[in-house]
């Protein structure tokens, strides 16, 4: 019993404290504006505005490059995404179209290319665009075809679902509500000077804090080399003002139709708070607590202060409501499969190397390429952590095929995102959509592995475009036979 309980010690303490560092450092500035825009999207925006762009029976050429187009601008991870992902898709967008924009957003967003081409190489960068660009369209439109008639129940079940105006277009207070949450997220992911530089900074009269560091980084151990992220004091703080405000939303968000009462209010000043808190730059000294008021900071509450007034002029009480309900019914459906996945990568993290998966994909294989999208699966990374992380198996001697398919299957197939997006669009669509990124990532990876070992830029390109051509066909049979199955998600 003893040799039982101290096998699986490790892994617990290995899960709880992945999913401590996790809440303490990601859910905020990322995660809480993406349920709120994903609110806002279902309570919002008219059915027609979502239908016209990204419906299934919208044009192709405007439909799938919009949703690849709105996914390259939010440098976001795919947990993030998610919630969008599900306000789009819930608002009346295809199956297809919502399904490009759920691959490629946190795949190929401008600040991940960026940084990746400054990190590893621009050959590799470009690489990750063009194959993330076409795969993730063309994942989308096979999902859309094998799922042609669950996708028309949908659009059927979505006509009048949600709240929200009912003309054509989108009331000019809405959208400014909407793009401030937009401005919002950005402010609070985009990694630049003027954000992340702080402008003055105020030493809390404390004592000597390191020790309280020394104490967190004892109870939750991690190496940062490996991209693992410790609990930080502030990062104590921000988990328990997202208990407080778990507390708040239950007793006044899960009954907003009845009126705002004072947890209702409550739970939106502790967000409000929660966001302010998690913008500034802690740090722990001899002499105290060193708070630094970053940009960041100073813009989160520019924004916070612009949102609060359109919504009190511009925003009809009952939309509000609307608003927050939706937002509510998004975390409620979310974020308890969130917080599983994540404890359970901290335990596979605690079983799994990163020198085994080098060692598997040390050359531009079959099992090298399927080996770096497994990796992507068990060992998921924030975005942009992974491309440092990519830069070290780089250096341990992994090859630049892997590589990239790691890179294209790491922000999409992480165990938490498999499990919401089974949530929202049902199993059986889920297993397929897994399959075909683990297809399509390792392909990917295994045509610029041979590119780079070599083979001439022609024959990699008709051997990819041989392979497209016969996984349509393959596609368009099954999609044959599925539409004269019954309906079912």
Request: proline share 4%.
């Amino acid at each position: 019993m003893e040799s039982i309980t101290n096998a699986i010690s490790p892994l617990l303490e290995s899960g709880l404290g992945n999913l401590a560092a996790y809440l303490a450092a990601h859910v905020l500035l990322c995660l809480v504006p993406a349920f709120f825009i994903a609110g806002a999207m279902a309570a919002l925006i008219p059915q027609e505005a979502v239908t016209r762009f990204l419906g299934r029976d919208a044009s192709k050429a405007v439909s799938y490059p919009a949703a690849a187009a709105a996914g390259s601008l939010l440098a976001v991870c795919s947990c993030t995404i998610v919630p969008l992902f599900a306000g789009i898709y819930r608002k009346g967008a295809g199956l297809g179209p919502a399904i490009t924009f759920l691959f490629f957003a946190p795949a190929a967003n401008i600040l991940a290319l960026v940084y990746t081409g400054g990190v590893i190489g621009v050959d590799l960068a470009a690489a990750r665009f063009i194959l993330s660009l076409a795969f993730g369209i063309g994942i989308g439109m096979i999902m859309a075809l094998v799922f042609h008639a669950d996708d028309a129940a949908h659009e059927e079940a979505t006509g009048g679902a949600f709240a929200g105006p009912g003309s054509g277009r989108m009331g000019r207070g809405s959208l400014a509500f909407l793009l401030l949450w937009v401005a919002l997220l950005l402010a609070g992911t985009f990694k630049v000077a003027f954000l992340t530089g702080s402008a003055f900074e105020l030493t809390l009269p404390l004592g000597d804090t390191r020790p309280w560091q020394e104490a967190l980084d004892a109870l939750v151990p991690h190496d940062a080399g490996r991209g693992e992220e410790g609990v930080s004091v502030q990062g104590v703080a921000l988990i328990a003002l997202l208990a407080a405000i778990g507390l708040c939303a239950l007793k006044g968000f899960e009954h907003i139709h009845d009126g705002f009462n004072g947890w209702a209010r409550a739970g939106l000043a502790l967000i409000a708070a929660t966001l302010l808190v998690a913008a500034l730059a802690v740090r722990e000294s001899g002499s105290g607590l060193v708070v630094g008021f970053t940009g960041k900071f100073f813009a989160v509450a520019l924004l916070l202060v612009a949102l609060a007034a359109v919504a009190r002029k511009a925003i009809a009480r009952e939309d509000l409501q609307a608003w927050l309900w939706e937002s509510w019914r998004f975390i409620r459906q979310i974020f308890p499969l969130l917080i599983a996945g994540v404890f359970v990568v901290g335990v596979l993290r605690a079983l799994i190397r990163p020198e085994w998966i080098e060692a598997l994909a040390g050359s531009n294989s079959v099992t090298g390429n399927l080996a770096g999208v497994a990796f992507g699966v068990v060992m998921y990374f924030p975005t942009l952590v992974e491309v440092p992380i990519a830069k070290m198996f780089l250096d341990l001697g992994m090859h630049r095929g892997p590589l990239l398919a790691y890179l294209m299957a790491d922000p999409e197939l992480s165990l938490q995102s498999i499990l919401i997006i089974s949530a929202i669009i049902g199993r059986r669509k889920t297993a397929v959509y897994v399959g075909l990124v683990a297809l399509f990532s390792a392909v990917a990876g295994y045509a610029y592995g041979a590119w780079v070992d070599g083979s001439p830029p022609l024959l990699v390109a008709l051997a990819l475009g041989a392979f497209i051509a016969a996984l349509a066909l393959a596609v368009s049979r099954a999609g044959a036979s599925h539409h004269a199955m019954p309906r079912g998600t």
